[in-house]
């Protein structure tokens, strides 16, 4: 399983919804993408130093992992933005990253974020959004 970022961030915050998707979850992983998101936002906010603990607390956990692109990844993100244009709904190059990772692992991507949606022809069972 995947985490988008803003899962993470739910789950950082004790969300039930977020909590219930992980239970039993043999392994859970983070992309390099959500890591470098988390990172920004964690810059320009309030609270680095804790959110910085945190968030290496999680990855320091033996199921947890961390994901990078490949070039097979860059094949698959290509076929998805060119997806995204034609039906002409956007997904953030992010976002993008993000899935194309997944669909290359096969591995379940589970987010808040509705825009996804527009992918879930391609990802399908593979594909988890959430609601708030």
Request: proline share 2%.
């Amino acid at each position: 399983m995947i985490i988008d970022t803003n899962v993470y961030s739910a789950l950082d915050r004790g969300d039930p919804n977020a909590i219930d998707v992980l239970k039993g979850q043999s392994s859970v992983n983070l992309t390099i993408i959500s890591v470098g998101e988390l990172r920004y936002g964690f810059i320009n906010g309030n609270r680095k130093d804790e959110n910085e603990f945190r968030l290496g607390k999680f990855l320091s956990q033996n199921n947890v992992g961390i994901l990078s692109p490949t070039l097979k990844t860059a094949e698959l993100y290509g076929q998805m933005a060119a997806h995204c244009r034609q039906t002409g709904r956007a997904l953030s190059n992010n976002d993008l990253w993000i899935v194309a990772i997944a669909s290359e692992a096969d591995e379940l991507l589970v987010t808040y974020d509705k825009d996804f949606s527009v992918l879930a022809d391609i990802m399908k069972d593979k594909l988890i959004i959430l609601s708030r």
